[in-house]
């Protein structure tokens, strides 16, 4: 897991780099996020899932409350903020929790997350939180 997210940053990276401010900026349709947005939607799920990674090595069972995504998203701004700056905070975060998921207790895996759409444990939101990066990497143009 944490090898795939310390690579997934690193290969990511250059190419958000490469992409400039405007283009991030650029709305595909008025209801749709631009790269600049996507990224911070990722930010946005690392803060909530660091909690999760942390919280349920602490506890064997949590219930800590999901997140609206469409309105943390406008109510972070992302859209308004510099690109690089968005790039460097997604950047920095991923990579401290890749330190964070690497050093998971393994008798905490199986600890459960009470959440809305059912009960998930901890090992499949680590392994869920590189893939879910990975499809909106994909959406900004990075395989």
Known sequence: MVTAL?????????????????AASKKPAPNKWSKKEILGHLIDSAANNHQRF?????????SVPGYDQDNWVRLNGYQQRPWT???????VYNRH??????????????HVWHGADGDVTLEFIASDYV?????HLKQI???
């Open 6 to 22: 310390a690579s997934v940053v690193e290969h990511a990276l250059p190419h958000l780099n490469a992409i400039s401010d405007d």
């Open 54 to 62: 942390v919280r349920l090595q602490l506890q064997p069972e949590i």
């Open 85 to 91: 700056e968005i790039v460097t905070l997604w950047s």
């Open 97 to 110: 929790l890749a330190s964070v998921i690497e050093s998971l207790d393994d008798s905490a895996l199986g």
């Open 131 to 135: 893939r879910h990066l990975q499809h």
């Open 141 to 143: 143009g990075i395989q």
